[in-house]
Every structure is written in structure tokens, then in C-alpha cells.
């Protein structure tokens, strides 16, 4: 599908106070999964399963001036979404894969992603030491904080609308603001995660089946979207709206049983 449509969409969802990740209601974005689908079996050798914890981010250049904490912010911070031994299986295959897609070009203006290659990360399999997932200490005296990686081992991705950025789920990585320069077109992209459907996932949290994003009903729609703005929380503020208008799909067999699909994208228009 058409990238430029999907960053479009976000931008008309933002703009009618909805977070990016409410753009998974439509089609065209679980084309885009199905179409990175086989390119993530091919990178971890089987087949795969998605996790529950996508999302959508597009960025405000005025409202990181505010330092707002709003929904569709970059995650500002080098960090890791797991540990290594969560990432890897005992040979040290990775069996986690964290993908990273721009629906429009990316800069260093407009809110690049930034990683830290494993070659610069002393910690990158080192779970049993607290700098492993403690990428950065914020220390008591004068208000310091300090990087456990190489700060010269650090890569920008500057990347163009529909490439595919992907790595081992325990690289650090976080993504920068969008500056003056580049507000004009602030970076747009989504994230997922795909797992080896061989190795156990969350049981709380069960991964989506490939067949399963052929026909996913509007409520399960709803609850992911759900699932994923409390997934991420502690990186924005949910507006209170958008809590009372997700409420009652948190869970699953929660809600309408049969909503509609089109008075339910209206609301996300409004």
C-alpha cells in the first residue's frame, strides 16, 4: 500500500486528537505487515509470530519544544526492549526481531532512529549485570547522567519511506526529536516486533498467528491498539478521551461484541 497515505492517515488522526497507533483500525497498515511478514522469517530462519506490541509513532517538532510527553513521541532514550537472554536462544540465534519502518523519508532533521551496533556494546549479552538493561544511570550529583556504551560507537539511520530497518530485539537503540528544519515533514513509522514461533512468548500477552491478520475483527483491532498505548505508557501521557473511547476493549472479549467498523473510524475522526 501506499506509505505516504498511512503517514497521511496518522497526521488527520493526530490532528483530530488520536494517537498514531490508532491507524492500525485500517487495512492498508496490516498489508504492510503482511507484506514484511516473509522478510522477517527469512532474517530469523522459520516461521514467526507477531508480538502485541506494535505501534505507530509520528512526531511534533512544537510539541517536543513543550517537552510534552504526547502520544506519538520518539522513545528520546537509548534503551532495550528486552534483555539478550530473552532475544536469543542458547546458541545465540536470535529468536526476536524488532522492525522499524519510515512512511516517509527520514533525516537527521526529522527525527532519526539512532543504535548502538553490538561491536560498541560491552553489555549487548551480558544480562546479569545492572548496565545491561540499565543503559543509562541518572546519577545524584549535579543532575548527571551516565552512558554504559560507547558514545563514538553510535549510528544514524537515516532511511527513505518503505525501507526496512531491522535488529536483534536487545539492541539499543531510541529515536531523536524532529528539529525546525525538519517539522515540515516529521518522521512517521511504524514498529513491531516478530518472534520465532518456536520460542515461548508472554502468556499474558499471546502473538498474532500469520493466518490471523487475514481477517482481524474491529474489536480485536481496538483491544491492540488498547494494549499497545499501555504497553508504552511510561514514554507519553494518554489523553483522558482516548482513555474513556478505549476502555472497554482492554481486554479482549471486552466491549460491543460486533462494532462498526465504519462508526468506529468515524470516532476516530472526529
Not at 105 to 132: A, S
Not at 143 to 171: T, Y
Amino acid at each position: 500500500p501506499p506509505l505516504r497515505t498511512i503517514a497521511d492517515g496518522i497526521r488527520d488522526l493526530q490532528a483530530s486528537g488520536w494517537p498514531p497507533v490508532a491507524v492500525f483500525m485500517y487495512d492498508e497498515v496490516w498489508e504492510v505487515v503482511a507484506a514484511i511478514w516473509p522478510f522477517a522469517e527469512a532474517l530469523l530462519g522459520g516461521a514467526v509470530v507477531l508480538e502485541p506490541s506494535f505501534t505507530a509513532f509520528r512526531l511534533s517538532h512544537e510539541k517536543s519544544q513543550e517537552n510534552n510527553k504526547y502520544v506519538g513521541t520518539n522513545f528520546g532514550l537509548p534503551h532495550r526492549d528486552y534483555t539478550y537472554a530473552e532475544t536469543a536462544d542458547a546458541e545465540g540465534a536470535p529468536r526476536l526481531l524488532s522492525v522499524w519502518i519510515p512512511l516517509n523519508d527520514i533525516t537527521l532533521d526529522n527525527g532519526c532512529m539512532y543504535v548502538v551496533p553490538k561491536e560498541f556494546d560491552f553489555n549487548f549479552d551480558r544480562d546479569h549485570v545492572h548496565e545491561h538493561k540499565q543503559v543509562i544511570t541518572h546519577g545524584a550529583v549535579k543532575n548527571l547522567s551516565f552512558l554504559h556504551f560507547a558514545l563514538n560507537g553510535i549510528r544514524a539511520l537515516p532511511s527513505s519511506a518503505g525501507c526496512i530497518n531491522a535488529w536483534q530485539s536487545n539492541l539499543i537503540h531510541w529515536g531523536s526529536n524532529c528539529s525546525r528544519r525538519g517539522r515540515d515533514d516529521p518522521r512517521a513509522s511504524l514498529a513491531f516486533v516478530f518472534r520465532l514461533a518456536n520460542s515461548a512468548p508472554d502468556p499474558e500477552c499471546p502473538p498474532l498467528r500469520r493466518e490471523e491478520i487475514r481477517d482481524i475483527s474491529v474489536r480485536r483491532r481496538l483491544h491492540f491498539i488498547t494494549r499497545a498505548l499501555v504497553y508504552f505508557k511510561h514514554w507519553y501521557n494518554i489523553p483522558e478521551h482516548v482513555k474513556h473511547m478505549l476502555a472497554p476493549y482492554q481486554q479482549p472479549n471486552e466491549g460491543p461484541k460486533h462494532p462498526n467498523k465504519d462508526q468506529v473510524c468515524k470516532g476516530f475522526s472526529k
